[in-house]
């Protein structure tokens, strides 16, 4: 069983940047794709980015992050990083980190992941 534990979150302004971190417990956890997701209030969840096993060497962006959100995996520190800038009100909404065992291709669908976290609030207001 593993278990995930998102850090993180807060409140920061339009423009700002947070740097949120899943943590896990399990010796398997090299083995996992990551993803993270959020939920905003009334919308589905989406997938904001994700990671691949092992290294990390490959890695899949939303639209609308990319350019300005970062995914990272620490390994020894059994800990996935997503950094965050030029955040926006519209991103508002409960951050979520999820695992996954994807073989072939990295995929930002809930569908494929098997095990989450209990998410972390990401307000962005002047």
């Known amino acids: 069983q593993l278990q995930l534990v998102e850090s993180g979150g807060g409140w920061v302004q339009p423009g700002g940047s947070l740097t949120l971190s899943c943590a896990a417990s399990a010796v398997t956890w090299p083995y996992y794709t990551i993803g993270w997701f959020r939920q905003a209030p009334g919308k589905e969840r989406e997938g904001v980015s994700c990671?691949?096993?092992?290294?990390?060497?490959?890695?899949k962006y939303a639209d609308a992050v990319k350019g300005r959100f970062t995914i990272s995996r620490d390994n020894a520190k059994n800990t996935v990083y997503l950094q965050m800038n030029s955040l926006k009100p519209v991103e508002t909404a409960v951050y979520y980190c999820a695992a996954g065992m994807l073989y072939i291709a990295l995929s930002l669908g809930a569908e494929k992941y098997d095990y989450w976290g209990q998410g972390t609030q990401v307000t962005v207001s002047s």
């Open positions: 990671i691949s096993s092992a290294s990390g060497d490959r890695t």
